[in-house]
């Protein structure tokens, strides 16, 4: 039987040698992209430490002079700064919202950042700076490295404190735990010490982004010091909120309404209001778009081999009718034919994949593959890319052969013979 | 002679029905989905209105501030400050049109005690209209000296005009943007977002606002861009020149900081390449990879379709000897082949163009977006005007001439070598 199988695949060389090395490319091909999205994968589902449901990102701006109800700063008794202070105090107050921050460049998926050094002793270490004020971590509900609820974190950020992600002087070798109620000095500043009060689990910049790449250390910012900033200063604060788990959909359009009412405060207004849902899509925009390119090549790979599994079996099942009508007449079943018409595809898949798997493993390790928790491939990783792709590959075969064998199938024996 | 190749491949079609169908199918597909990936890139680099003169544009989207002798890898990245775009860009000499313009920026606009909705502002000068061809329904840009003046007027698009007053003849009329008063100095036609550097609702001049106070280190850095237009493309290379003596003047007068721009002002291509402030895209790793993807888009279904053209000539062997008896060279059954194939790869490849521009057409807004790090009003839009160029048909034709040469050429090269017995007994 199997003698047989090898033979039919030595007699039908000329189209099996088109097969297989389509079967071959398409393998490596395939393998490269799941590989990609196997890594992209990877990474979006690693925990993200933060958590965006319910809240939203406000920008607020000034008027300006030429607005009839600018009020020249000069003939006030309050700073544009108080202003915001009323202003997210009035926030507060709304129903819907359970708590505001006041940041610089630190909320999730923010293409602007400032960075800068953190220094224990002599360990010293790059990363993403973030100013905020203590409610940022119940905005954003950071979780303490060993069980923190945000509230609690947030009541540890202080003047003379910092909170660093566990993961801040990984590159060193060293666990942000460890660390903890260490001091520390930042940005060289070699005059002033801070106590590191608290350690977050990794946050992550973006869902693409892996935590060996966020690295973060957060510093306290006193609603309090705003009390002498000008409108020029007050425009480069975010405001974030998060709302109650319970409030109804709508929250943006119940607070435009009563912006104009409960929210002009001085020459303050709200300029911008998002949900970070809406400012996480915006920011991935482009890994999404690269993820969705890649699964429409992999469509077009898997339609490719559908087709000319169709094209070359359609082909050989009209030459081989008088073959199969034989089969049939002596007793096969149909089953039995579609079994070995598809043997003989998924054998040529079989040795591609083998040839594929060599030239896989190269590819790898000249390092075109992109790196996943630091290391270009690994076992687990291989098999479950390699295994993906075979399967896909193996599921299309069915398809490409099933429809051209059952219409040779429908074909009754004793036709086929009388044409012979 | 080509009315022969035509009937010839028509015949083929209808003699094996299945086969043809893949055949077309697969090559369609192949055309379809290059087509796909050329109007990715064309968009993003090919002219269409209000960007016509792409292909003479330079920009600079971001530029770096450091310590003055210090390392880059400590620096300040992001658009920069009014100051550094006229006393760097504005005062070139060499291009025909230089114009600094801000970040889009969400902005509530309302007529006169109206509700407030928002809208994408770029604040920008006179010489914006110059370098980007907007069409005006109603009224006209504003010039110079309201520019510098700082009046407040605004240009606005139709959609934004009918939003706020139901129709477009609204010039002169007021609008309020975060309550302060401006007059409607003309309405554009509606702008789509893949045209990046041209796209806004609302553009007024930079000077009638407070954004020359929104600057950051020691007013180097800011809120804007710049867009110049050259005379023509071999200008750049001189207007490079002179942005550099510009940088060193600029720099000259700054007592601790210095400015560079890593390696910008960059052609359309590489603006458009440019997401991030703090590096530069890798052009050279980025056209790789796209004449890859064509490779694998051309090579697989090549395969395929070579497989079956073939299948094909298999059956004609007792045609080819006899042509070949008859005094038929080996170039001319090559010929002939390659010549009837080509004749279903453009069939194929019609079909497969068609199908690309209605999937664009129907899914643009998706396909094409790109992330511009900026939450925008409105969603991208895509008309025929800016999928069809004319290098848009030449890539199309040269794809399908070498899928042609991939598919039929070893199929023709082997039918051409069958000695003539063989073939005549049909071996």
Known sequence: ?420 | MIKQYIQQAIYQLRAQPVLSAISILGTALAICLIMVVVMMQQIKTEPYAPESNRDRMLHVKWMTSFQKGGSIDYSSNGPMSIQTARQCFRALTTPEAVTIYSIEHTMQASIPKGTAFGVDMKQTDEQFWKVFDFSFVDGKPFDEAQSEAGIPVAVITESVARALYGTVQVSGKAIHLNYAPFRIAGVVRDVSTLAANAYAQVWVPYRSTDIDGMSWYNNIMGAMRVSMLARSKNDFAAIRKECEQLRLKYNAGLKDEEIAYRDQPDTQEVSALRKWANGSPDIKAERNKRLLVYAILLIIPAINLSSMTQSRLRQRVAEIGVRRSFGSTRGNIMWQVLAENLVLTCIAGLVGLLFCVLFALAFGSTLFSASTLMLLNEAPTVDVMMLMHTSTFGYALLFCLILNLLSAGIPAWKASRVSITDALSNQ
């Open chain 1, 1 to 420: 039987m199997n003698k047989l199988l090898l033979k039919q695949i030595w007699n039908e060389r000329r189209s099996n040698t088109w097969m297989w090395t389509e079967l071959l490319l398409v393998s490596v091909v395939m393998w490269f992209i799941v590989d990609t999205m196997y890594v992209k994968l990877h990474t979006y589902f690693e925990p993200r430490g933060f958590d965006i449901s319910n809240t939203y990102w406000i920008r607020v701006g000034t008027l300006t002079a030429n607005s009839p109800e600018y009020i020249q700063p000069s003939t006030r008794q309050v700073s544009a700064g108080t202003d915001m202070i009323e202003l997210v105090e009035r926030l507060r107050r709304h129903p819907d919202v359970e708590a505001v921050s006041l940041s610089y460049n630190s909320f999730p998926y923010n293409g602007s950042w400032n960075g800068g050094d953190v220094t224990v002793d002599t360990l010293k270490q790059f990363g993403r700076k973030y100013l905020v004020t203590p409610d940022f971590l119940r905005v954003f509900r950071y979780q303490g490295i060993n069980g923190e609820t945000p509230e609690q974190l947030a009541a540890l950020l202080k003047e003379e404190t910092v909170i660093i992600g566990d993961n801040y002087f990984e590159e060193k070798g060293i666990s942000g735990r460890s660390l903890l109620n260490r001091f520390c000095k930042l940005n060289g500043d070699s005059l002033k010490s801070y106590r590191i009060a608290g350690v977050t689990k990794s946050v992550r910049f973006g869902d693409f982004v892996p935590a060996s790449d966020s690295h973060y250390a957060m510093n306290f910012f006193g609603e309090s010091w705003l009390a002498g900033y000008k409108e020029s200063d007050v425009r480069y604060l975010e405001v974030c909120v998060r709302t109650h788990a319970n409030c109804a959909p709508g929250f943006i359009e119940r607070l435009r309404r009563d912006a104009d009412k409960q929210f002009r405060v001085g020459n303050l207004l709200f300029e911008d209001i998002r949900s970070m849902q809406d400012i996480r899509r915006s920011f991935q925009l482009d890994d999404m778009n690269d993820f969705r390119n890649q699964l429409w090549g992999i469509g077009f790979l898997l339609l490719n081999i559908f087709m000319g599994l169709l094209g070359t079996f359609w082909f050989r099942t009209q030459q081989r009718r008088s073959e199969i009508a034989l089969h049939l007449s002596v007793g096969s079943n149909r089953k039995q034919i579609f079994i070995r018409l598809l043997s003989e595809g998924l054998l040529l898949l079989v040795t591609a994949t083998v040839v594929a798997l060599i030239i896989d493993l190269n590819v790898a390790y000249m390092e075109y593959t992109p790196l996943m928790d630091e290391k270009v491939i690994t076992v687990p990783r291989f098999l479950i890319t390699v295994g993906t792709t075979l399967l896909l590959m193996a599921l299309t075969m069915v398809g490409g052969i099933w429809i051209p064998a059952r219409q040779a199938m429908k074909i009754q024996p004793a036709v086929a013979l009388r044409e012979e």
